[in-house]
């Protein structure tokens, strides 16, 4: 249903809305240069009957079944790409990887030249253009 509404579509930003962002959070954060933010959810499922489902979705860290979701959030917190519906037991990372948002990020950052604020379960090293947030010092001047 939500296919057809434009509100309820997960698209990145246009050009403009990029470059408003981006000016929005420079203005307020000097060490930043971006316009979205990344980070992983575990959603609480159902234990599913099936052994192998089972497995996939058991979190052993959190000692339950969950899906793994990934979302990029936009300054005004509309999502503007996502990866859903994981197994458990992927890492954010590898989560970001499979739904392909490292792509989408460095496509925005080769147009515009904007990063995305992560936590330290992204991998920076293959994703220049990513701040790791507690990484670096983000903060306003004064």
Not at 86 to 96: E, L, Q, T
Not at 99 to 107: C, V
Request: with cysteine; charged share 25%; hydrophobic share 40%.
């Amino acid at each position: 249903m939500l296919h057809e509404e434009e509100d309820g579509k997960v698209a990145l930003l246009s050009a403009q809305e990029r470059a408003e962002y981006q000016e929005v959070v420079r203005s307020n954060f000097l060490a930043l240069d971006g316009a979205c933010v990344m980070d992983g959810l575990k959603v609480q499922i159902q234990k599913s009957g099936d052994e192998y489902t089972q497995i996939a979705y058991y979190n052993g860290w959190l000692h339950d079944h969950y899906v793994g979701c990934v979302f990029v959030f936009a300054p005004s917190g509309v999502i503007v790409a996502c990866a859903l519906n994981a197994p458990s037991s992927w890492h954010d990372s590898y989560i970001a990887e499979n739904g392909k948002l490292y792509e989408k990020l460095k496509s925005v950052f080769d147009t515009t030249g904007g990063t995305a604020v992560v936590d330290l379960a992204f991998l920076k090293k293959r994703c220049p253009f990513m701040i790791e947030l507690g990484k670096e010092k983000v903060g306003t001047e004064g």
